[in-house]
């Protein structure tokens, strides 16, 4: 007799996480043999070990939030090309004994995009990037993949250097005293850095130079509406945050768990809206 699959998420903290929304909504949708979809925290101090631990309880795949990437990224030992590409998985599937890794908020991140803004910010445009961390090397890939220009901006500089080496793929660093001198000429400007959780603001931009045309897009889903995004929408500047990446980089990693790629429905959407 085959075992239900068994899927969860693993961060710390992870009580945060809508992810199991998303999936125990697909599973139940498309009628898959899995038991509930679960979120648990993992202190990166033990990472192997626990992560070893639900291996042996029939855990058939994860999903990796922060701050755990890099080590789901050392701890895999089949790596996916866009996962060697970022050097983060976000998505661990565990079958004959080994363990993959994969990254699918790079697809996740270009699904969550209109073609509109595609042609008209993106595709051999100016785009900025804020931050450095494990996100920001997913979305630099995707902007790449897009045919965008990638400039990078960070606090700490030498953060955006690294990922500039460690990508390949041709971008620039800005260093920040310099962010206002260039903020003008970007089309597509991107905030992956945590600012914007909790109580915090992201003041890193200042809007009044921001071009009317630009398109913003804040990586955070929760609040809805970020400070960062809020200074567009005063501005009349078209915007986006982070729910719709988000449900696209689940709907790839349900797909390479259970072989069926979900559709993003009005139904799950506004069951996400509402929370
Ligand atoms: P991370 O690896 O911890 O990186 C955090 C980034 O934020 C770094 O660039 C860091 O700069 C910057 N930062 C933190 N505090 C700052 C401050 N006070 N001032 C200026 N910069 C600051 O995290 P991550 O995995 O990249 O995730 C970043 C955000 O993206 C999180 O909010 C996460 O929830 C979101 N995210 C969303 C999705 C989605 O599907 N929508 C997917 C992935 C991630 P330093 O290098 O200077 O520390």
Known sequence: MTQSKKTGVIGFPVDHSISPIIHNHWIKENNIDAVNYEKINIDPKHFEKEVCALIESGISGLNVTV??????????????????????????????????????????????????????????????????????????????????RVYICNRTLEKAEQIQRFLQTESEVVDQKDLGDVVGEMQFIVNTTSLGLGNTNNTMINFTKVDQGAFVYDLIYNP???????????????????????????AESFNIWHNVLPKNSDLLMNKLEGL
């Open 67 to 148: 701050p755990l990437k890099e080590l789901a990224f050392s701890f895999a030992k089949e790596l996916t090309d866009v996962s060697k590409q970022t050097g983060a998985v976000n998505t661990l599937t565990f079958k004959k004994g080994t363990v993959c890794g994969d990254n699918t908020d790079v697809i996740g991140f270009q699904r969550s995009l209109d073609q509109k803004v595609v042609d008209h910010n993106i595709y051999n445009k100016n785009c900025l990037v804020l931050g450095a961390g494990g996100a920001a090397r997913a979305v630099v890939c995707a902007i790449h993949n897009l045919g965008g």
């Open 224 to 250: 809805k509406l970020t400070s960062f995004l809020s200074d567009a929408q005063k501005r009349n500047i078209q915007y986006q945050n982070g729910i719709k990446m988000l449900v696209e980089q689940a």
